[in-house]
């Protein structure tokens, strides 16, 4: 899928629902925002008109909010998404980037691969499971798919 280069989103911020967490946990949030918004494909369904857009997340309720604006802040439209569906994938994703972690430090190249092809795997599970639940609402590609994906997880870590 490509759509025309407008299709894009400029700016994501982070409503204060979600709240602020560590350090560590807040420069995770700023490096998926900033891939995110390095490389995209993004436009809501029947939004002829095209972007590019500024998104907003919120969290209501277990579900993720996505307020979407033109770049003169103009709102197009607001999604609600249920987050029920990812609980096991983003929690099946950070054990086994805990596996990851610990294995760098003691593993063999060879065992890391094979961890590291198991995120991978999870990563791009999560990913079509977003794609599949923004069908019909929000089109993006697959590597924005994963970006929002990756965003997802963050929202999600405590540090």
Same mark, same amino acid.
């Given at each position: 899928?490509?759509?025309?280069?407008?299709?894009?989103?400029?700016? *994501?911020?982070?409503?204060?629902?979600?709240?602020? /967490? %560590?350090?560590?946990?807040?420069?995770?949030?700023?490096?998926?925002?900033?891939? @995110?918004?390095? =490389?995209?494909?993004?436009?809501?369904?029947?939004? =002829?008109?095209?972007?590019?857009?500024?998104?907003?997340?919120?969290? !209501?309720?277990?579900?993720? *909010?996505?307020?979407?604006?033109?770049?003169?802040?103009?709102?197009?439209?607001?999604?609600? @998404? /249920?987050? %029920?569906?990812?609980?096991?994938?983003?929690?099946?994703?950070?054990?086994?980037?805990?596996?990851?972690?610990?294995?760098?430090?003691?593993? %063999?190249?060879?065992?890391? =691969?094979?961890?590291?092809?198991?995120?991978?795997?999870?990563?791009?599970?999560?990913?079509? %499971?977003?794609?599949?639940?923004?069908?019909?609402?929000?089109?993006?590609?697959?590597?924005?798919?994963?970006?929002?994906?990756?965003?997802?997880? !963050?929202?999600?870590?405590?540090?």
């Amino acid at each position: 899928m490509t759509l025309p280069p407008n299709c894009r989103l400029i700016e *994501v911020e982070l409503d204060e629902s979600i709240g602020r /967490s %560590t350090p560590d946990v807040e420069h995770e949030r700023a490096v998926a925002i900033f891939d @995110l918004i390095e =490389e995209n494909s993004f436009r809501p369904i029947g939004d =002829e008109a095209g972007g590019p857009y500024r998104l907003k997340l919120s969290l !209501v309720e277990n579900k993720l *909010v996505f307020a979407i604006n033109r770049e003169d802040g103009e709102q197009v439209v607001l999604h609600i @998404l /249920s987050l %029920t569906p990812f609980r096991r994938i983003v929690k099946d994703y950070y054990m086994i980037c805990e596996s990851y972690y610990d294995a760098i430090r003691s593993s %063999t190249p060879s065992k890391i =691969e094979a961890i590291d092809m198991g995120r991978r795997g999870l990563h791009n599970e999560g990913s079509q %499971t977003l794609l599949d639940r923004l069908g019909g609402k929000i089109e993006v590609d697959f590597t924005t798919a994963r970006r929002l994906f990756t965003l997802i997880c !963050v929202l999600h870590w405590r540090g």
